[in-house]
């Protein structure tokens, strides 16, 4: 009989996190349990102000915990230094938010290519720039971006821009994407593609997603829904077969 115990990818435990005001304290997350396991589709959903967004940025090292432990791979990752946080946003854990980020003087392919231009110094990232750029266009052909390489991002619609995004997050070959209303800035039908894009993307390569959103049609595509409600975690509901 086997014995392995299962370690989830990404953990979470009695985190909580205050913001002040001057003298005003308002806890947002008091005190939240969350797992995911590899190769999850994650809905995170709750009323505006329920502490959504700020437990994506937690778990994406962005922000520290004001109490409580965020694991990735069974290591704490909460209490890493600054150094250690970016390491692991540039190679492990890709993000992409509801405005898209993108740096307008850049084309789409440069856009990709940011965060492993930013990983490498300039001899590194030359020798290995045509690998990186097969990459790149391989993930903007697989978000649908193939024919849009040399554009820039003022020459994109929103959702273009947010399939640039969701490339660029995917360049460095993350176990984990945390989306932040990923459809959030955009109409139902584009905000229906990118959320096809990234059930893809979980279904064809494993990946791992953690979404946050305030859309339960949305939320329902996810394989599992975390409900946030007065800074904690209050219900699970798994998607329908």
Same mark, same amino acid.
């Given at each position: 009989?086997s014995?392995?115990? +299962?370690q989830p990818l990404?953990?979470a435990s009695?985190? %909580?996190?205050?913001?002040?005001k001057?003298? *005003?304290? $308002?806890?947002?997350?008091?005190g939240?349990?969350?797992?995911v396991?590899p190769?999850?589709?994650?809905s995170?959903v709750?009323?505006s102000?329920?502490g959504k967004s700020?437990?994506?940025h937690l778990?994406g090292t962005?922000d520290?915990p004001?109490?409580?432990?965020?694991?990735?791979?069974?290591?704490?990752?909460d209490?890493?230094a600054?150094?250690g946080?970016?390491?692991?946003?540039?190679?492990?854990i890709g993000?992409?938010?509801q405005?898209?980020?993108?740096?307008?003087?850049?084309?789409?392919i440069?856009n990709?290519?940011a965060p492993?231009?930013?990983?490498h110094s300039v001899?590194s +990232?030359?020798?290995k720039?045509?690998?990186?750029q097969? %990459?790149?266009?391989?993930?903007?052909?697989? *978000?649908? $971006?193939g024919?849009?390489?040399?554009h820039?991002?003022?020459?994109?619609?929103g959702?273009?821009?947010?399939r640039?995004?969701i490339?660029r997050?995917?360049?460095?070959?993350?176990?984990l994407?945390l989306?932040?209303e990923?459809t959030?800035?955009?109409?139902?039908q584009?905000g229906?593609?990118?959320?096809?894009v990234?059930?893809?993307?979980n279904?064809?390569?494993?990946?791992?997603?953690v979404m946050v959103?305030?859309?339960?049609?949305?939320?329902?595509?996810a394989d599992?829904?975390?409900?946030?409600?007065e800074?904690r975690?209050?219900?699970?509901?798994?998607a329908?077969?």
């Amino acid at each position: 009989m086997s014995t392995t115990k +299962y370690q989830p990818l990404l953990s979470a435990s009695g985190v %909580r996190k205050v913001y002040s005001k001057g003298e *005003v304290k $308002l806890p947002v997350l008091k005190g939240v349990d969350f797992n995911v396991a590899p190769g999850e589709l994650v809905s995170i959903v709750g009323q505006s102000g329920s502490g959504k967004s700020t437990l994506l940025h937690l778990l994406g090292t962005l922000d520290r915990p004001d109490g409580g432990e965020i694991y990735f791979e069974g290591n704490r990752i909460d209490n890493l230094a600054a150094a250690g946080r970016d390491i692991l946003r540039n190679r492990h854990i890709g993000l992409i938010f509801q405005f898209y980020h993108l740096l307008p003087e850049l084309t789409t392919i440069e856009n990709v290519l940011a965060p492993v231009m930013i990983r490498h110094s300039v001899l590194s +990232y030359w020798a290995k720039r045509r690998e990186y750029q097969e %990459r790149a266009k391989a993930l903007l052909e697989t *978000v649908g $971006l193939g024919h849009r390489l040399n554009h820039k991002p003022r020459e994109l619609s929103g959702g273009e821009m947010q399939r640039t995004a969701i490339a660029r997050a995917l360049i460095s070959e993350p176990q984990l994407l945390l989306a932040d209303e990923p459809t959030g800035n955009l109409d139902r039908q584009t905000g229906d593609e990118i959320l096809e894009v990234l059930r893809r993307l979980n279904a064809e390569q494993n990946l791992t997603i953690v979404m946050v959103t305030h859309d339960p049609n949305i939320a329902a595509g996810a394989d599992r829904t975390v409900h946030l409600a007065e800074g904690r975690v209050q219900a699970a509901s798994q998607a329908a077969a």
